[in-house]
């Protein structure tokens, strides 16, 4: 059964840090692993998709990486803004079915 | 491109009663998955639509079921609601299951 951990659950920096949201699982037979992006009583928002062929995906001011061999993944952020507050889910896709951590809350002081 | 919609965006029921939700794929998408999310239990997987075949099931009791339509617009229902299944349904959609998935912003469900 596959389980997502993200590390860590909260995070509170003062804007214009460099950060790195942590994400692990345990079954490395994924098609895909995404990470997203949820304000509070929102859906989610899609922020990056790496492919299990890719090691990495980049998108303006956020960069993640993806270790199958080592269940785990990260989503860099830099130069975090005010409107980064939110909360982080990575899930990992294997036959149609995604696994979701249980995020990390990220908060970023003016 | 039109998002993903689900309808409606509120709901309450009183337990027992049955519900039906909506949700529309971005054009062109044929997977559809459907999701359960609660504070305590975070997001969970209840299964995935695939050309109006079922592939996938989470492990959620038969109240839940749910079905595809020819156009890829999906509906899931509920019956016999229980307080526990209060929760926002999110549903999310995707050209195949290793393409990108999107999500709608959810139906938010309050049982009584």
């Known amino acids: 059964k596959q389980e997502v951990t993200q590390i860590p659950a909260a995070l509170s920096v003062p804007e214009g840090e460099n950060l790195v949201l942590n994400c692990s699982f345990t079954?490395?037979?994924?098609?895909?692993l995404q990470w997203f992006r949820q304000d509070p009583g929102k859906g989610l928002t899609s922020l990056l998709l790496?492919?299990?062929?890719?090691r990495e995906q980049t998108s303006g001011r956020l960069n993640a990486s993806l270790d199958k061999s080592s269940g785990r993944s990260t989503l860099y952020i830099a130069a975090s803004q005010p409107g980064d507050s939110a909360t982080y889910l990575c899930?990992?896709?294997?036959?149609?079915?995604?696994?979701f951590g249980d995020g990390t809350t990220l908060t970023v002081k003016p | 491109k039109a998002g993903v919609t689900q309808t409606p965006r509120y709901l309450i029921k009183t337990r027992g009663q049955q519900v039906t939700l909506s949700c529309s794929p971005i054009?062109?998408?044929?997977?559809v998955s459907w999701y359960q999310q609660t504070p305590g239990q975070g997001l969970q997987f209840l299964f995935e639509?695939?050309?109006?075949?079922?592939?996938n099931k989470g492990n959620f009791p038969g109240r839940f079921s749910g079905r595809q339509f020819s156009n890829s617009r999906s509906e899931m229902n509920v019956s016999t609601l229980e307080l526990g299944d209060s929760a926002l349904y999110l549903c999310?959609?995707?050209?195949?299951?290793?393409?990108?998935?999107?999500f709608g912003p959810g139906t938010r469900l309050l049982v009584l």
């Open positions: 999310a959609s995707s050209l195949t299951v290793q393409e990108t998935q999107y």
């Open positions: 079954d490395s037979a994924i098609y895909n």
């Open positions: 790496i492919q299990s062929s890719q």
């Open positions: 899930a990992v896709t294997r036959a149609g079915k995604s696994t």
């Open positions: 054009s062109g998408h044929r997977s």
């Open positions: 639509y695939f050309s109006e075949t079922q592939r």
